[in-house]
T-cell receptor
């Protein structure tokens, strides 16, 4: 049971570089999410997807793009990384019911220097 | 706008104590409330999920209660152990699509 898998686990970027974070889930969930966690703060929603081919903005979407070309994958892109994007990124997934548990990946620790 | 607050921010207790962690939210229109555990450098592990129609959930030494009308939830940990040391996060689902709003967490240290 892999659940939600994030790749990579750690990354250091220089300001202005681009990268893509990959999230894969094997639970056939419709909904997928990207959150970021900063010190002293709770997780905040960046973008989410309610199904293959759909994406929507969350609370802090600026500087990020996402794609959901396959149901099991949700990609988070940083086109031009900034130091303010240094954070721990978590992917999550859940079923379509409004009152079900969310399952989280192990996180990606990104540092932008 | 939904906001979630957790008190205290940090807690240090000797082993064996019973603990209460608090979570409050500003909008009572929620679908559910989840408590998570996060170990340093790790992901989130779901501990308990309380549906909006429920008052409490129990799992082993953990008991979580929900009072929607007052916008509060508590996580009760009985007979704490050093292995309980972690950050505990509270999150509410509101606004549809299971989007979660998180509190900043309570960092718990249980010492022998």
């Amino acid at each position: 049971n892999a659940g939600v898998t994030q790749t990579p686990k750690f990354r250091v970027l220089k300001t202005g570089q681009s990268m893509t974070l990959l999230c894969a889930q094997d639970m056939n969930h419709e909904y997928m999410y990207w959150y970021r966690q900063d010190p002293g703060m709770g997780l905040r929603l960046i973008h989410y997807s309610v199904g293959e081919g759909t994406t929507a903005k969350g609370e802090v979407p600026d500087g990020y793009n996402v794609s959901r070309l396959k149901k099991q994958n949700f990609l988070l892109g940083l086109e031009s990384a900034a130091p303010s994007q240094t954070s721990v990124y978590f992917c999550a997934s859940s079923t379509v019911l409004d009152s079900t548990e969310a399952f989280f990946g192990q996180g990606t620790r990104l540092t932008v220097v | 706008k939904q906001e979630v607050t957790q008190i205290p921010a940090a807690l240090s207790v000797p082993e064996g104590e019973n603990l209460v962690l608090n979570c409050s939210f500003t909008d009572s229109a929620i679908y559910n409330l989840q408590w998570f555990r996060q170990d340093p450098g790790k992901g989130l592990t779901s501990l308990l999920l309380i549906q909006s129609s429920q008052r409490e959930q129990t799992s082993g030494r953990l008991n979580a209660s929900l009072d929607k009308s007052s916008g509060r939830s508590t996580l009760y940990i009985a007979a704490s152990q050093p292995g309980d040391s972690a950050t505990y996060l509270c999150a509410v689902s509101s606004g549809g699509y299971n989007k979660l709003i998180f509190g900043a967490g309570t960092r718990l240290a249980v010492h022998p």
